[in-house]
């Protein structure tokens, strides 16, 4: 019996140990592309991401069909004919906070950010770098950075006809409010 | 036993977990399994003359311009048929995700033409498995043309003709898609007492995806024997879907004139036998009227 209590405490410190994590299912990703002929927003409010204090390792991962357009024929097309969201349904981001040293997740605050890691969307992974805020306020966080993708470099083909409506320069922008993780 | 278990339980059990961390840390998190309907079963609410499983999104209006040029084997002097034409304009509104509504007007028989078209099932999976999409359907076309006799009395009611339809489909696979679409029309008039003012008839229809903007069709009503007058025929139509951002173009070959469910099941007189064959298209342009509601996802 007692070597069954001492396990336990094991297993619950264990356990205790992965409290430094902090996660969301209900992230926001939104982009806009910005050209003279048209506008283009979409939002998704089901990212996923889950932040490691310990090691500043962060990673996301989002549904492409749960990205909202303005309109509906736009959203049908972005699934159907760019994204391919059949063949490749997920983007994710798998990455690393570089000064995360620098960020004391006991304190509230707000901290300047470095982020690096891979951007895998259309099936297409390539290396990305960003600055960002993460906020700190009674134990919750807020993270948040923009950033540019380009179209082109995860191979999301864009026919001539349509190539003046739609930005060169994607601009991305995150905004998760992140938990612990509670096992 | 049971305590060894109860040991070997606990642990495994942060051994578990350490190894759990090994791996990417969205794993914590588990996979969250969502509804995934199947979307883009065809590019849009028509197949070709016959509707579709799609429905347009809601708040979105499609301004529909459909053409049917005149026969084929009409020959150079006609230019195989593109002298004469036979428009429909139509406007289909979807007022909810699932009710979409529609009106136009056809040069055949002048008719006005009203619809209504309701998505019961829709094809999912994941969550929530659903083998097809299934929607109701019901139609009116009133003919508007000048009564032949207005001497005799004439009651407004003779002219109406509706349909009623189970519009099942299923999207295969990424690129091909079919439908199966059981049809009942009910004319209030007929010409003679050998033709029935009920009839049954049983469609079919298809797509096929070339590549991500291009595709091709095909449907086929087979109207059960005895109900119609000899001179009419089954429909059957070709075509190719293509697509260029804001709208559709159906591109295709048909033996039916009438672009409304009433005339091209129960009176196409052409036959593809004897080059009946009309050249046609249908051009689909949308406008948001609504925008969608701005929901985060609950949770």
Do not use: C
């Not at chain 2, 003679?192 to 091709?216: C, H, M, P, Y």
């Amino acid at each position: 019996m007692k070597t069954l209590l001492t396990l336990t405490f094991f297993s619950l410190a264990a356990v205790a140990f992965a409290q430094d994590k902090y996660f969301t299912r209900n992230g926001t990703i939104t982009f806009y592309s910005s050209t003279p002929v048209e506008d283009i927003k979409a939002e998704n409010f089901g990212v996923n991401a889950v932040l490691d204090a310990k090691t500043g390792d962060l990673e996301f991962s989002l549904l492409m069909k749960s990205f909202n357009f303005k309109k509906a024929l736009m959203q049908e097309h972005f699934n159907e004919n760019y994204v391919e969201s059949d063949k490749f349904p997920k983007a994710t981001f798998k990455g690393k906070i570089e000064n995360s040293g620098n960020v004391d997740f006991s304190k509230d605050g707000s901290y300047p950010v470095q982020v690096t890691g891979t951007l895998t969307i259309h099936g297409v992974a390539k290396p990305v770098s960003s600055s960002g805020t993460i906020n700190i306020k009674s134990g919750m966080l807020n993270a948040n950075s923009v950033f540019k993708v380009k179209p082109e470099d995860h191979d999301i083909a864009i026919p001539s006809v349509v190539r003046d409506k739609i930005a060169n320069d994607i601009e991305v922008t995150v905004n998760v409010d992140l938990e612990p993780l509670k096992k | 036993m049971k305590n060894s278990l109860a040991i070997l339980f606990f642990v495994l059990l942060p051994i578990l977990a350490a190894a759990q961390e090994e791996g990417s840390l969205l794993d914590l998190l588990g996979e969250e399994e969502t509804i995934e309907y199947a979307s883009a079963s065809f590019k849009t609410t028509r197949i070709i003359n016959s509707q579709s499983i799609e429905n347009v999104a809601e708040g979105v209006l499609d301004f529909k311009i459909s053409h049917r040029f005149g026969m084929l084997n009409t020959g150079a002097y006609n230019l195989f048929g593109l002298d004469a034409a036979t428009l429909r304009l139509g406007l289909d509104y979807g007022i909810t995700e699932n009710l979409m509504v529609g009106i136009g007007r056809g040069t055949v028989q002048k008719a006005l033409d009203g619809f209504a078209k309701y998505r019961l099932l829709r094809q999912s999976k994941g969550l929530r498995n659903m083998p097809l999409t299934l929607s109701l359907y019901s139609s009116i076309a009133v003919n508007m043309l000048k009564w032949p006799n207005p001497e005799q009395d004439n009651y407004a009611s003779s002219r109406l003709t509706f349909t009623h339809q189970l519009l099942m489909g299923r999207k295969l696979s990424k690129s091909t898609s079919l439908m199966l679409m059981p049809t009942l029309v009910h004319r209030n008039l007929v010409a003679t007492t050998a033709e029935s003012n009920d009839v049954w008839a049983f469609g079919i229809g298809g797509r096929q995806k070339l590549t991500n903007r291009l595709a091709i069709t095909g449907e086929y009503y087979y109207v059960l024997p005895d109900q119609i007058a000899d001179i009419y025929h089954n429909s059957l139509s070709f075509g190719i879907d293509i697509e260029t951002g804001g709208h559709v173009f159906q591109l295709h070959f048909t033996n039916s004139t009438a672009m409304i469910d009433k005339g091209f099941i129960t009176e196409t007189t052409g036959q593809w036998g004897n080059g009946d064959i009309h050249f046609g298209f249908n051009v689909s342009r949308v406008f948001t009227l609504k925008e969608p509601k701005k929901v985060p996802e609950a949770h």
